[in-house]
T-cell receptor, first 113, second 114 residues
Framework: DVKVTQSSRYLVKRTGEKVFLECVQD?????MFWYRQDPGLGLRLIYF???????EKGDIPEGYSVSREKKERFSLILESASTNQTSMYLC????????????FGDGTRLSIL | DQQVKQNSPSLSVQEGRISILNCDYT??????FLWYKKYPAEGPTFLIS?????DKNEDGRFTVFLNKSAKHLSLHIVPSQPGDSAVYFC?????????????FGPGTSLSVIP
């Protein structure tokens, strides 16, 4: 069974801090994604990566960056956290075959004070 | 502008009855559609999908119907059970794009009343 693990379930940070959210998957998946979920807006794609060291911007990349140094790990970085980045962050992955469903982690509830 | 719309934020259904969740999309390039289910404090889990070459796909109590001309799909749950209470996300993607970008709708919160 695919396991996508996000390092923290809940996180509280202050404005201006640099924040790291970590995601690890154990199925050797090529594709990994970071979303944020906000009420009434569904899941919005921040960044995705289709291979090690490769990254592509999603729909809302501003204020975020990512790192993929190893295939199994995809990190989301908030360069200077702001209160409007308070949200639920979800990591997902799937393999090389197209039209596979994504497997999601349980999410990180991030609060920026 | 949302490319995938779920116009009902919430839905309440009696246990044993049918639940119908609706989804509309605007981009005619979409050719693959998925439904995900999400419980509180958990990530979304894949439920069922349908390709645009079909108009119906069934998996146990769950059936998805696709009407391409209307750019509309629906998820039917029969019979509904209390454990089906969750948020349901409709999602769409296109094999015509160079990468697998999936667009999610805002979600419908389903409550199944015992």
């Amino acid at each position: 069974d695919v396991k996508v693990t996000q390092s923290s379930r809940y996180l509280v940070k202050r404005t201006g801090e640099k924040v790291f959210l970590e995601c690890v998957q154990d199925m050797d998946h090529e594709n990994m994604f970071w979303y944020r979920q906000d009420p009434g807006l569904g899941l919005r794609l921040i960044y995705f990566s289709y291979d090690v060291k490769m990254k592509e911007k999603g729909d809302i990349p501003e204020g975020y960056s990512v790192s993929r140094e190893k295939k199994e790990r995809f990190s989301l970085i908030l360069e200077s956290a702001s209160t409007n980045q308070t949200s639920m962050y979800l990591c997902a992955s799937y393999g090389r075959s197209r039209n596979q469903p994504q497997h999601f982690g349980d999410g990180t509830r991030l609060s920026i004070l | 502008d949302q490319q995938v719309k779920q116009n009902s934020p919430s839905l309440s259904v009696q246990e044993g009855r049918i639940s119908i969740l609706n989804c509309d999309y605007t981009n005619s390039m979409f050719d693959y559609f998925l439904w995900y289910k999400k419980y509180p404090a958990e990530g979304p889990t894949f439920l069922i999908s349908i390709s645009s070459i079909k108009d119906k796909n069934e998996d146990g109590r769950f059936t998805v119907f696709l009407n391409k001309s209307a750019k509309h799909l629906s998820l039917h749950i029969v019979p509904s059970q209390p454990g089906d209470s969750a948020v349901y996300f409709c999602a769409a993607s296109s094999r015509k794009t160079s990468y697998d970008k999936v667009i999610f709708g805002p979600g419908t919160s389903l409550s199944v009343i015992p």
